[in-house]
């Protein structure tokens, strides 16, 4: 399985970006993919995911309504729309993919097996 992102850079408060995640050995169609994000000295924390029928979570109340989350089966793809960002947004962010999709649910990063490289994302 290898999950490649793309998409981070820095901008300015209130801007936007999108950040993408294509899957190899990993069929998004019959899987979950979650979103992760990690900030100096803090733990990484889930984002949100998006489950095999395509319904999505989020995890972090702090991107409610700013953050959505896609996915194009077609290219094996999954997106990270984040609009409205805010300084605080400033993390690695990492999309990754459980082994089993019973632990789709579960939002400990140790319960995901399979992590893309992140990319950074920087708001001022």
């Known amino acids: 399985v290898q999950l490649v992102e793309s998409g981070g850079g820095s901008v300015q408060a209130g801007g936007s970006l999108r950040l993408s995640c294509t899957a190899s050995?990993?069929?998004?169609?019959?899987?979950?993919m979650g979103w992760f994000r990690q900030a100096p000295g803090k733990e990484r924390e889930r984002v949100g995911v998006?489950?095999?029928?395509?319904?999505?979570?989020f995890n972090a109340d702090s991107v409610k309504g700013r953050f959505t989350i896609s996915r194009d089966i077609a290219k094996n793809t999954v997106y990270l729309q984040m609009n409205s960002l805010k300084p605080e947004d400033t993390a690695m962010y990492y999309c990754?993919?459980?082994?089993?999709?019973?632990?789709?649910?579960?939002?400990?990063?140790?319960?995901?097996?399979?992590w893309g490289q992140g990319t950074q994302v920087t708001v001022s």
């Open positions: 990754a993919a459980p082994r089993r999709r019973l632990f789709c649910d579960l939002r400990d990063a140790s319960a995901f097996t399979y």
């Open positions: 050995g990993y069929t998004l169609s019959s899987n979950c």
């Open positions: 998006i489950a095999t029928g395509g319904g999505t979570t």
